[in-house]
């Protein structure tokens, strides 16, 4: 079964600072992939989703991530913090085979520091 | 903008009640959905619904649960007789098209806590 993994439930930088958040999935064949982000007492957001595309994706807020398929990673980074970019961050896949289901991984929690 | 809404924000119920949850989709929305998170755990899928029936749904959708789209604008999932295990936060998703053409919009969810 296809599954994503997450490491680091918790993830602290500075303000400015590179934020990478990372995420590995098992998968037999290139899913789709996406990143989902809830503020405090919202809902999950899309930030971006890679569907076989290009293999670096942009998304809102200035997050990017790259899909590597030798790593079967999909990371998201941002150059720079922001303190408005505290959140827990999901990384998510559809399996393959027409499938209309997200699988989620477990959360990261970014906390943004002065 | 438009956004999925889901009433109430917290929900706390005695063991072996009857909850329904509520969500309105986004109104032309096609494909919904009812996802859970159990406190400290991953956000796990339960269940889609298109054109007026279950599309598919989890090992964790089982008879105590059943979803129904009432009224052509909400969309609710009831729990029978709920368990402890119960306790959760219970997300209402819905999209336009499939999850993977489309973005899926996600409501801010209903916090479930079975006492």
């Known amino acids: 079964a296809q599954s994503v993994t997450q490491l680091g439930s918790h993830v602290s930088v500075s303000e400015g600072a590179l934020v990478l958040l990372r995420c590995n999935y098992s998968s037999s064949v290139p899913p789709y992939l996406f990143w989902y982000v809830q503020y405090p007492n919202q809902g999950l957001q899309l930030l971006l989703k890679y569907t076989s595309a290009a293999t670096l994706v942009k998304g809102i807020n200035g997050f990017e991530a790259e899909f590597k398929k030798s790593e079967t990673s999909f990371h998201l980074t941002k150059p720079s913090a922001h303190m408005s970019d505290a959140a827990e961050y999901f990384c998510?896949?559809?399996?393959?085979?027409?499938?209309?289901?997200?699988?989620f991984g477990a959360g990261t929690r970014l906390a943004v520091h002065p | 903008e438009p956004e999925v809404t889901q009433t109430p924000s917290h929900q706390v119920t005695q063991m072996g009640q009857e909850v329904i949850l509520r969500c309105v989709p986004i109104s032309n929305h096609l494909y919904f959905y009812w996802y859970r998170q159990i406190l400290g755990q991953k956000v796990e899928f339960l269940v889609s619904f298109y054109n007026n029936e279950i599309s598919e749904k989890s090992e964790i959708f089982d008879d105590q649960f059943s979803v129904e789209r009432p009224d052509g604008s909400n969309f609710t999932l009831k729990i029978r007789s709920t368990k402890l295990e119960d306790s959760a936060m219970y997300f209402c998703?819905?999209?336009?098209?499939?999850?993977?053409?489309?973005?899926?919009?996600f409501g801010q969810g209903t916090r479930l806590t079975v006492v």
């Open positions: 998510a896949v559809t399996p393959s085979g027409g499938y209309n289901k997200l699988i």
């Open positions: 998703a819905s999209s336009e098209f499939q999850v993977s053409n489309t973005e899926a919009f």
